[in-house]
């Protein structure tokens, strides 16, 4: 199969932390890539993990467990800016599959 | 850099009506795909086409179909719109295998009535 699970939705304040978990199934997997989407925007890359371990990207960082058919995006120092939401994506073969997203909301 | 672009980006049809959506990259890329997003979801592939020449099936193919024009070039045309194709279709572009990332078109609005 091909599904991710991911939270429907999470809300933080300013300033916090949030992780927001990806679960997937793994006939096929080559990686995992995090996608952001602001309202009536297209989606925009954040980052891939093909191997296990943090990848860190200023603010924002991507891990991935390959034995745990897991990962997660942990958003940092949150900013109203980062009210979105948030996809995982999985590479199968030449394409890829999308999660149902998270819808992150940050409260002043 | 114009990167992914589609057009229309805003189109209403009449059920039964066929039109077709047109999406064109400049970044030498491989891989074209489209997908489309419905109200509160996630991206759903409708067709992709792993290089010039050849296309593919996604989860979502029924009421579509594609073609790969050139290496530039990916159309989606619907052939008889119904009220269920209502959606913002998104073109994208990648090179699978070197960084793994998808660029995404602004996307097309939809509505078939």
């Known amino acids: 199969g091909q599904s991710l699970e991911q939270p429907s939705e999470v809300t933080a304040v300013e300033g916090a932390i949030v992780q927001i978990n990806c679960t997937y199934q793994?006939?096929?997997?080559?990686?995992l890539s995090w996608y952001q989407q602001h309202d009536g925007g297209a989606p925009t890359f954040l980052s891939y993990?093909?191997?296990?371990g943090l990848e860190e990207t200023g603010r924002f960082s991507s891990f991935l467990s390959r034995s745990d058919s897991y990962g997660y995006l942990l958003l940092q120092e949150l900013q109203m800016k980062d009210s979105a939401s948030y996809f995982c994506?999985?590479?199968?073969?030449?394409?890829?599959?999308f999660g149902p997203g998270t819808r992150l909301s940050v409260l002043p | 850099n114009a990167g992914v672009t589609q057009t229309p980006k805003f189109q209403v049809l009449k059920t039964g009506q066929s039109m077709t959506l047109q999406c064109a990259q400049d970044?030498?890329?491989?891989?074209m795909y489209w997908y489309r997003q419905d109200p509160g979801m996630g991206l759903r592939l409708i067709y992709y086409?792993?290089?010039?020449?050849?296309?593919d099936k996604g989860e979502v193919p029924n009421g579509y179909n594609v073609s790969r024009l050139n290496k530039r070039e990916f159309s989606l045309r619907l052939e008889s719109a119904a009220p269920s194709q209502t959606s913002v279709y998104f073109c994208?572009?990648?090179?699978?295998?070197?960084?793994?990332?998808?660029?995404f078109g602004e996307g097309s609005w939809l509505t078939v009535v």
């Open positions: 086409s792993a290089s010039e020449g050849t296309t």
């Open positions: 994506a999985r590479r199968d073969g030449q394409n890829f599959v």
């Open positions: 993990n093909a191997l296990d």
């Open positions: 793994t006939s096929g997997f080559y990686g």
């Open positions: 994208a572009s990648s090179e699978v295998g070197a960084g793994n990332t998808i660029y």
């Open positions: 970044m030498n890329h491989n891989s």
